[in-house]
Nanobody, 122 residues
Framework: VQLQACGGGSVQAGGSLRLSCAASGRSFSTYAMGWFRQAPGKERDFVAAISWTSLSTYYADSVKGRFTISRDNDKNTLYLKMNSLKPEDTAVYYC????????????????WGQGTEVTVSS
């Protein structure tokens, strides 16, 4: 599986962005998917995850109510809609696929995209 994330950019606080992650290769629709982010000098943190059916979604407390994860299995694409962005959301955002283990744990995921940078200014 190859993952290609895009949609990052620079926005002011309170703004919105939508990240996309296009998947190619093996069957995307059978994988749980997730978004993680890594700020400069910090560890990679869980942001959100979604089951392969889209019936279950999970969010970090810091983004709950502001971010929405979704997927379109027909288009092999994962999304992260980010509203009410804050300067502390500044990070490189990574999409990940196939997690036999806990979805909020980066070590559970087998496949990773290259990351897309999000910068939120105050």
């Amino acid at each position: 599986v190859q993952l290609q994330a895009c949609g990052g950019g620079s926005v002011q606080a309170g703004g919105s962005l939508r990240l996309s992650c296009a998947a190619s290769g093996r069957s995307f629709s059978t994988y749980a998917m997730g978004w993680f982010r890594q700020a400069p000098g910090k560890e990679r943190d869980f942001v959100a995850a979604i089951s392969w059916t889209s019936l279950s979604t999970y969010y970090a407390d810091s983004v709950k109510g502001r971010f929405t994860i979704s997927r379109d299995n027909d288009k092999n694409t994962l999304y992260l809609k980010m509203n009410s962005l804050k300067p502390e959301d500044t990070a490189v955002y990574y999409c990940a696929a196939e997690a036999p283990g806990p979805l909020d744990y980066s070590g559970s995921y087998h496949y990773w995209g290259q990351g897309t940078e999000v910068t939120v200014s105050s």
